[in-house]
Every structure is written in C-alpha cells, then in structure tokens.
C-alpha cells in the first residue's frame, strides 16, 4: 500500500506531456474556448493602435491648461470633434482645443485631455476649471502591448479574457493541444445500461457516466468502450483494444482481490508494466496504475494521424462508485493534467485549509477523503461534511460535492472547529 503523495510522483513521473509539434491541431478562435495553447502567440498590432483618450472631455495642449483654476480658467476655442472611430483631420494649435470621445484618436498638437466634468462649454469655446497633470486620460499606443512581443504563451488555457485578447488581436485560428482520449471500460457481470430493467442482483453502470462527464469537464475525449463481464478472455480483448484507442484507458471494476478480479493479470499478460497496485487511501485503496510503453501500442495504430509516441497510461479504478470518482479526482486528474500540455504549477491537485463544522472520521491507516461542501465565508474556508452514509457504495452522497477533506494517516478524528486540509473538487 504505497502512500498517496508518493502514489502522485510516480503517477505524474510516468506521464509524457503532448507533444507541441505532433499532438496539435487547428482551433478557430470562436470554438477554442477551454484549449490549451501549444505555441505562443505573437501581434502585429500594438496595443493600443494609437495614442488615445481615456475620457470624454477636450484634447488639449498641456502648456495652455497647466497654470488654470477655478477662478481663472483657461478658455480654448474647439477646433473639431473627435468621436471614437474616426481619424482627426486637424493639428490643435496653442489656445485651441477638441472635443474627444472615449477612444478617440488624439489628434496631432494635443497632448493632455481634460475630462469634461472640469469644464463648461460655451458655443465654441471651453472654458478649463481645473490644471490636469501633463498627458491625462491619455492611453498612449503600445503602453499596454508592444507588437512583436509575446502576447500569450504556450500552456496557457483560453478562457474568456484570452479570448477577448485574441480577438483583439485578430488572431482567428490557433494551434492548440489535441484533447487527450480517454477510455473508459466498466467490469462486471452485475452491470446493465440504465435503459435496461434491472434483473435480481443487478445494478446500473454509473461510471461510465461519471467518468464520461468527469472527463469532459476536465477538457478530455471520453471514448466510451461499454460494460464487459467478468470473463478473463473477453477482458482481455476490451482492455487490448481500450488501449489502442486512447491516451488514458480508466476502466473501473476488478482490481479488488476477489476472484473475479482479472485486471492486474490481463495487463502483466499485455505487457504493461505495473507501477501501483494499491493505495493507502480511503476510499479507493485498490488502485492499479500501469503504463504501456509506445513500441506495444503504436504499432496496432491502424490508420492513425502520426502522434507523439508516449506510453498509454492505465487505470484500474475500483468499481464502487465513490471510489472510481474520488479516484480520478486525486490520481487520474493531475495525469490527465500534465498529459494535456498544462505547465506545471498546474498539475497537482489544489488544497486549502478550511475550518471542519462537523467532527472528521478517519481510520488512521490510510489517508481518508470525506466528501463535502466547502464555503468560503468571511475569515476562510469552512468545510460542511455530506450528510448521508460516507460508504464507498453511496453515490448518492456526492451530490453537490466541492471538496473532500483529508484525514491523514496516523489521525483518527479531526473534531469541529479544527482545520483540516480539503481537496477542491471543481469537476
Ligand atoms: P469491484 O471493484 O468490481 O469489486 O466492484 C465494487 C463494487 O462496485 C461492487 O458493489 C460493484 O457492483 C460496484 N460497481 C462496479 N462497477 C460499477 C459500475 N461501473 N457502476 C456502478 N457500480 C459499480
Ligand atoms: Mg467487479
């Protein structure tokens, strides 16, 4: 049973990133929301294009307003009117001045803009209340990006402000990391699809939806291989061919030490190599983790667009339903991370520290994850433990989960009103 940490490091070490020259592709800009950038991108365009005003008010000439007050304000007469849009046709000369709009082009001579609340307007004249400081409400070209620089580098997700800062930039098509494909297979011969009726003993393959969906929010392919029974021959057959399709398989089920538990053996038959077989967590201790290395996966690639040749990562996820989510939660998603082409502040899993409202069980051996609710309320986090049965079999306690607290090993019970340390859970 090897310690969660040291169970993360060897998960993480045996991961190969996407590659930023093979494992690209194509994005336009209005469907690249959540890619991940595989080259940095440059513009031509300075930002801004051009010396701007950042008020509505009069461009004017610094040294003809920088002696006004309120009781001897400098009078200019308004040569022109600049809207935002439009390129100004005039050189504002000593005692002129322009009435300018929000974004409107500085015109030649100006140099300082007076917002229009320190002013009145009299037909064609303005008359200055008050000196601004020299070049006020100016936004001068390239004093927030200077063209040819690095604008926005490779690793970094396209959320809405990169979006918006593309678009800007006019940057309409963008090389970014292929999805990674996960696989996902479900073991057992109690398993049936939801739109079947249950017969005695059976129950509904909730994985596969789980981590479907799971895999999705995490910006993943989910390839959804079905249910197989538990028979060595044809499991087989389904995790061989889970491996030839996709970066991660995940399949869950049959990697507990019951005699039906085939998984650990089928992948030493595979040629895997087997890393972990168990972890001292609760729940999820029987967790396999195995790596395929490329030489035995690429050459079955039929057909395939040329990747990067990494190992195929393996999970063997217990079946119960708890368990297979909090999994993926604290081992397959820092993998999945690193694998996705993030850098590497992004791949651990994110842990804060938050006051627990209840009391914390935990059975001292293994590191317990106690599914809840975390809060931020004035002062910090606080952590609200779900209410119902806390058994690895009850999916139905889950719901609306945000956080797991962590009991550590060596700890029995964090009482209420201690910190304890939770792991956000955000997908
Ligand atoms: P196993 O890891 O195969 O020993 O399964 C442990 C428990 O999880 C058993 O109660 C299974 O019925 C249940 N289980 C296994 N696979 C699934 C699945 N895909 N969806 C929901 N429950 C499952
Ligand atoms: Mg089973």
Redesign the pocket.
Same mark, same amino acid.
């Given at each position: 049973m090897l310690p969660v940490k040291q169970a993360e490091s060897i998960i993480l070490d045996s991961v190969q990133s996407l590659d930023p020259e093979l494992d690209t592709e194509v994005a336009e800009l209005s469907s690249a929301t959540g890619r991940i950038l595989a080259s940095s991108v440059t513009s031509q365009l300075d930002f801004p294009h051009w010396d701007n005003s950042a008020m509505d008010g009069y461009a004017v000439r610094y040294i003809d307003v920088q002696f006004c007050h309120s009781q001897q304000p400098a009078i200019l007469d308004i040569v022109a009117e600049i809207p935002a849009g439009y390129q100004p046709q005039v050189s504002i000369q000593s005692g002129e001045a322009a009435r300018i709009f929000t974004g409107g082009v500085m015109p030649e001579g100006a140099d300082t803009v007076v917002m229009q609340e320190d002013t009145k307007r009299e037909e064609n004249r303005v008359f200055i209340f008050q000196s601004p400081k020299p070049q006020a409400c100016v936004r001068h070209r390239a004093s927030f990006y200077h063209a040819g620089e690095p604008l926005l580098n490779p690793g970094i997700v396209l959320n809405a402000p990169e979006i918006a800062i593309l678009a800007a930039a006019q940057c309409t098509e963008l090389t970014v990391y292929r999805r990674p494909k996960v696989a996902i297979l &479900? !073991? *057992?011969d109690? =398993?049936v699809t939801p739109d079947q009726p249950l017969q005695p003993g059976q +129950? %509904? $393959? &909730?994985?596969?939806y789980a981590l479907a969906a799971w895999v999705r929010l995490c910006g993943g392919i989910p390839k959804v291989r079905g +249910?197989v029974g538990d028979n060595p021959e044809k499991l087989k057959n389904a995790i061989a061919e889970a491996i030839l399709a996709a970066d991660i398989v995940l399949s !869950?089920? *049959? %990697?507990?030490v *019951?005699d039906? $538990?085939y998984v650990d053996r089928i992948l030493a038959e595979l040629g895997a190599e087997i890393h972990i077989h168990s972890v001292a967590i609760k729940p999820g201790k /029987?967790l396999t983790f195995a790596t395929l290395p490329p030489s035995l996966t690429a050459s079955s690639i039929q057909g395939h667009k040329q990747r990067s040749h990494h190992p195929v990562l393996y999970f063997g996820i /217990?079946?119960?339903?708890v &368990?297979?989510l909090v999994s993926c939660w604290r081992f397959v998603q820092p993998a999945l991370r690193k694998l996705s082409g993030l850098p590497p502040e992004l791949w651990e899993p994110m842990f804060v520290n938050a006051i627990a409202i209840q009391d914390l069980h935990g059975d001292g051996r293994k590191e317990c994850y106690l599914s809840g609710r975390l809060r931020l309320v004035k002062g910090g986090y606080e952590f609200e433990l779900a209410g119902g049965s806390h058994s690895s *079999?009850n =999916?139905i306690n889950l719901a609306q989960t945000t956080g797991l607290a962590v009991v550590p090993v060596g700890q029995t019970f964090i009482p209420a009103g201690e910190s304890v340390q939770v792991l956000i859970v955000d997908s």
């Amino acid at each position: 049973m090897l310690p969660v940490k040291q169970a993360e490091s060897i998960i993480l070490d045996s991961v190969q990133s996407l590659d930023p020259e093979l494992d690209t592709e194509v994005a336009e800009l209005s469907s690249a929301t959540g890619r991940i950038l595989a080259s940095s991108v440059t513009s031509q365009l300075d930002f801004p294009h051009w010396d701007n005003s950042a008020m509505d008010g009069y461009a004017v000439r610094y040294i003809d307003v920088q002696f006004c007050h309120s009781q001897q304000p400098a009078i200019l007469d308004i040569v022109a009117e600049i809207p935002a849009g439009y390129q100004p046709q005039v050189s504002i000369q000593s005692g002129e001045a322009a009435r300018i709009f929000t974004g409107g082009v500085m015109p030649e001579g100006a140099d300082t803009v007076v917002m229009q609340e320190d002013t009145k307007r009299e037909e064609n004249r303005v008359f200055i209340f008050q000196s601004p400081k020299p070049q006020a409400c100016v936004r001068h070209r390239a004093s927030f990006y200077h063209a040819g620089e690095p604008l926005l580098n490779p690793g970094i997700v396209l959320n809405a402000p990169e979006i918006a800062i593309l678009a800007a930039a006019q940057c309409t098509e963008l090389t970014v990391y292929r999805r990674p494909k996960v696989a996902i297979l &479900s !073991t *057992g011969d109690e =398993l049936v699809t939801p739109d079947q009726p249950l017969q005695p003993g059976q +129950i %509904v $393959d &909730s994985n596969q939806y789980a981590l479907a969906a799971w895999v999705r929010l995490c910006g993943g392919i989910p390839k959804v291989r079905g +249910i197989v029974g538990d028979n060595p021959e044809k499991l087989k057959n389904a995790i061989a061919e889970a491996i030839l399709a996709a970066d991660i398989v995940l399949s !869950t089920g *049959g %990697v507990s030490v *019951g005699d039906y $538990d085939y998984v650990d053996r089928i992948l030493a038959e595979l040629g895997a190599e087997i890393h972990i077989h168990s972890v001292a967590i609760k729940p999820g201790k /029987p967790l396999t983790f195995a790596t395929l290395p490329p030489s035995l996966t690429a050459s079955s690639i039929q057909g395939h667009k040329q990747r990067s040749h990494h190992p195929v990562l393996y999970f063997g996820i /217990p079946g119960n339903p708890v &368990s297979a989510l909090v999994s993926c939660w604290r081992f397959v998603q820092p993998a999945l991370r690193k694998l996705s082409g993030l850098p590497p502040e992004l791949w651990e899993p994110m842990f804060v520290n938050a006051i627990a409202i209840q009391d914390l069980h935990g059975d001292g051996r293994k590191e317990c994850y106690l599914s809840g609710r975390l809060r931020l309320v004035k002062g910090g986090y606080e952590f609200e433990l779900a209410g119902g049965s806390h058994s690895s *079999g009850n =999916l139905i306690n889950l719901a609306q989960t945000t956080g797991l607290a962590v009991v550590p090993v060596g700890q029995t019970f964090i009482p209420a009103g201690e910190s304890v340390q939770v792991l956000i859970v955000d997908s």
